[in-house]
């Protein structure tokens, strides 16, 4: 899967209402890693005396995808699973699922090939257009792409005036990317070994090939940067405006995969699964053409990560190794584990 935003700010986080001691007690109780991390029924927010009421942990996911209001994951048995914010639902009416995106008040999912939209608040669901049949789906705050079983990649967007989501068109060039991600401003695949960028700003604009990074894995797309992790377990990013060459980024190493959280402010925060199944999580620092990635530093309670999930949303949620996810909001140090109703 890949990434979209919807963003859901800081300030809104910080005003979320503290655990209770009571609630801090039970949950830390619940949890199963060791390190600071709290049990809730919420990806996205902090324990607190409505919110952490014991149940069971989410159990069974195999993807994940994020979103500004709601978050969802599919289980091992196809079906999916949403939350916005409380404990996760099964969704009724998605079954048999391939892969899932959330995409601004949406999910979608290919069922068969075929892909569907479901609308968060009327439920209704509306089939999108495919000339072949979708393999791979990534989400993003304003559309989605899906690589389709030619090879082709192709993105579609969401119409908000009409609050409906439009079919695809393809990505001139783009064919059997083995990664992909959208974001507010970019969206980039890796294709071979290279990686093709575009502004996503208003619409698909034209792929083109960016300076070289030696063996690029993966891709995380962000307002101000995009970065790759390569094959040596390195970050490098280019900066949104896409015109100039990438940076690496000191003191990222043994990075096995990315995700980025964004902000109200404009300003990234990316998120790094490591070869170990740790999860470390850094800002920005610098302005402009100067912009680069801070020091990351270990988020803790996550361990023996396999996955991260994508999306647009200013938290982030890891798959653990035992089908569980974790979840922390920017800028925070510890993670808290989603549960299902007791």
């Known amino acids: 899967m890949a990434a979209l935003c919807g963003c859901k700010g800081d300030k809104e986080a910080a005003s979320r209402a503290a655990p209770s001691p009571t609630a801090q007690a039970s949950n830390k109780a619940l949890a199963a890693p060791s390190g600071s991390a709290t049990v809730v029924g919420s990806a996205a927010l902090p324990a607190t005396s409505a919110t952490a009421a014991a149940g069971p942990l989410l159990s ?7 979103g500004a209001r709601m978050d969802c994951a599919r289980k091992s048995d196809a079906t999916v699973w949403c939350w916005e914010p409380g404990k996760p639902a099964k969704r009724q009416g998605i079954s048999d699922v391939q892969q899932i995106a959330v995409v601004q008040g949406f999910v979608c999912a290919i069922h068969k090939g075929k892909i569907a939209c479901t609308d968060t608040q009327t439920n209704a669901t509306t089939p999108i257009t495919l000339y072949r049949d979708g393999v791979v789906l990534a989400g993003g705050p304003d559309g989605y792409c899906v690589r389709t079983e030619d090879g082709v990649l192709r993105c579609g967007l969401k119409d908000a005036a ?13 064919k059997n990317p083995s990664e992909f991600a959208i974001g507010p401003v970019l969206g980039c695949a890796v294709l071979d070994a290279d990686v093709w960028c575009w502004n996503n700003a208003k619409g698909a604009g034209i792929p083109k090939t960016m300076a070289p990074i030696q063996n690029p894995q993966g891709v995380a797309v962000g307002q101000e940067l995009a970065c790759s992790n390569t094959k040596e377990g390195e970050v490098q990013c280019y900066p949104a405006a896409l015109d100039g060459k990438p940076r690496k980024a000191e003191g990222w190493t043994e990075v096995a995969a990315l995700s980025m959280a964004y902000g109200p402010d404009g300003r990234d925060r990316l998120c790094a699964m490591k070869r170990d199944g740790s999860v470390w999580c850094a800002g920005l620092k610098g302005e402009g053409a100067g912009v680069e990635l801070d020091t990351p530093s270990r988020i803790e309670g ?4 396999v996955a991260l999930g994508t999306g647009a949303a ?3 949620c890891a ?16 993670a808290t584990a989603v549960t299902e109703a007791p």
């Open 60 to 66: 069974a996911v195999e993807e994940l995808a994020l």
């Open 162 to 174: 009409k609050n409906e989501i439009k079919a695809p068109s393809g990505m001139p060039g783009l």
């Open 302 to 305: 996550v361990v023996d990560a």
């Open 314 to 316: 200013s938290h982030r």
């Open 319 to 334: 798959r653990t190794k035992s089908g569980n996810v974790w979840c922390w909001e920017r800028g925070q140090a510890s």
